[in-house]
Every structure is written in structure tokens, then in C-alpha cells.
Nanobody
Framework: VQLQASGGGSVQAGGSLRLSCQASGRFVNINDMGWYRQVPGKERELVASVSSGGTTNYALSVKGRFTISRDNAQNTVDLQMNKLNNDDTAVYYC?????????????????WGQGTQVTVSS
């Protein structure tokens, strides 16, 4: 099972970026999917998540500016980021809780995509 993230880059404050992430490989189903971010010296924090049923959850710092969405048929999760500010600069990681077959048994594991850099400049 792999999560492949794309998007990110550099943008001026007030601008927008979109991150995308797709799960691939052999698995049974995906529970929650989400985006986290991390800056040097700080712990990774949840930015937004969405359940398999579509229930969303946002960090207070991004509520009203970011929108998370998922396509269950394509096993993708996107993060639309608007009105970006300097505090949004970080490495962003997609994550998913996936039910899969491993070591002769089924289990649910959290998988992570590779990080993608988002840089917001004034």
C-alpha cells in the first residue's frame, strides 16, 4: 500500500494551492484520510481529515480557508488551501487508515505519503 502526494510549492501570501494524494496497492478499504503538516522543531499536526462517510474535521487555524475532499472511487484525498499565510509554511503529509492484508492476517494500519513542501512568502 502506498500513498502518493502531489501539489505544493511556493506561493505569495493570500494565494492558493491544492494538494492531492492517492492510495494505491492491495487493500480492503480506507477509513479516514487526512493531511498533516510539520515545521522543523515542532510536532506533526493535523490539518484536516475526512471520514469514509464524508465527515470533515479541521484545525482551528485553517477552518474557513482550507477544504478537504475525497473521492472514494479513486481513493484520493485533496486539500484546497486558500488565503494562505506565512504560518501555513510547512511540509504537508497525507495519511490514511487502511484495512489491508499483511502477514497472513487482516489489519488496519496508518499509512503516510511522502511529504510535500508548501512555502508561503510575504
Amino acid at each position: 500500500v502506498q500513498l502518493q502526494a502531489s501539489g505544493g510549492g511556493s506561493v505569495q501570501a493570500g494565494g492558493s494551492l491544492r494538494l492531492s494524494c492517492q492510495a494505491s496497492g492491495r487493500f480492503v478499504n480506507i477509513n479516514d484520510m487526512g493531511w498533516y503538516r510539520q515545521v522543523p522543531g515542532k510536532e506533526r499536526e493535523l490539518v484536516a481529515s475526512v471520514s469514509s462517510g464524508g465527515t470533515t474535521n479541521y484545525a482551528l487555524s485553517v477552518k474557513g480557508r482550507f477544504t478537504i475532499s475525497r473521492d472514494n472511487a479513486q481513493n484520493t484525498v485533496d486539500l484546497q488551501m486558500n488565503k494562505l499565510n506565512n504560518d501555513d509554511t510547512a511540509v504537508y503529509y497525507c495519511s490514511a487508515s487502511i484495512f489491508h492484508f499483511a502477514y497472513s492476517d487482516y489489519k488496519r494500519s496508518r499509512f503516510w505519503g511522502q511529504g510535500t513542501q508548501v512555502t508561503v512568502s510575504s
